[in-house]
């Protein structure tokens, strides 16, 4: 087997560029990450289970970004993924690349009321879904929209009715909606400048499956 060998001189250098490299590559792990408190514009945040950090917005402790906090919440970023936490929730698990979503199919069950909920990804951030094929795009609250970096002030504008009536909307593009192991691309999606608990899954992204509904389970199987 061929061996190459570095001058005798070189050796620290290598190692220091090795060590240095590995430094600046984002940690490709999972971490968990839980909110145990809010001071002012700082959070709390136990990383992976370890001492509690208080973090500004702009601080970076093991790989997670503090982007903003505030009242009870606070939005982190892990590899380019946002996630929003809550004081006393549980913890929750991100940062890891997302593998590739090569399913065709997903099952949901029935919560509360007959609703079928899923958590998802939008852009690769993580997201609470309903299904709603009462709605035809995949409809956020502003808050949701900023929370994942959407730039929907550069989207369409259209007016769309709500139960409060007429409200005017952005027409936005989605570059991937993910649920489960099944993803889809280039998604039209609206926001609406009203708070949301949820994202409603619609039409955009439910047109491309087939549905099926049976004793409390939504099957979904993708078309194209």
Same mark, same amino acid.
């Given at each position: 087997?061929?061996?190459?060998?570095?001058?005798?001189?070189?050796?620290?250098?290598?190692?220091?560029? $090795? =060590?240095?490299?590995?430094? =600046?590559?984002?940690?490709?792990?999972?971490?968990?990450? =839980?909110? $145990? *408190?809010?001071? *002012?514009?700082?959070?709390?945040?136990?990383?992976?289970?370890?001492?509690?950090?208080?973090?500004?917005?702009?601080?970076?402790? #093991? *790989?997670?970004?503090?982007?903003? #906090?505030?009242?009870? $919440?606070?939005?982190? =970023?892990?590899?380019?993924?946002?996630?929003?936490?809550r004081v006393g929730e549980s913890p929750v698990r991100m940062g890891a690349p997302a593998g590739a979503a090569n399913g065709v199919r997903v099952q949901l069950t029935a919560g509360s009321g007959g609703h079928y909920f899923g958590t998802g990804q939008i852009n690769g951030a993580s997201v609470r879904f309903v299904v709603d094929t009462g709605a035809s795009n995949i409809v956020m609250g502003v808050a949701q929209a900023e929370q994942l970096g959407l730039d929907y002030r550069a989207g369409q504008r259209e007016m769309v009715s709500t139960a409060n009536g007429l409200t005017q909307a952005y027409r936005v593009v989605l570059n991937s909606v993910r649920l489960g192991e099944v993803e889809v691309f280039n998604v039209e999606g609206t926001v609406v400048p009203l708070g949301m608990p949820v994202v409603l899954l619609g039409n955009s992204f439910l047109g491309r499956f087939q549905m099926r509904q049976e004793n409390g389970l939504l099957t979904l199987e993708k078309r194209y």
């Open positions: 087997m061929k061996r190459t060998l570095l001058p005798a001189a070189l050796v620290p250098c290598a190692l220091l560029a $090795t =060590a240095l490299l590995a430094l =600046a590559l984002p940690d490709a792990r999972a971490q968990t990450v =839980a909110l $145990t *408190g809010v001071m *002012g514009a700082r959070a709390l945040l136990v990383i992976d289970g370890g001492t509690p950090s208080v973090l500004a917005p702009g601080d970076t402790r #093991a *790989g997670v970004t503090v982007v903003s #906090a505030g009242g009870d $919440t606070a939005v982190i =970023a892990i590899n380019g993924q946002r996630q929003t936490l």
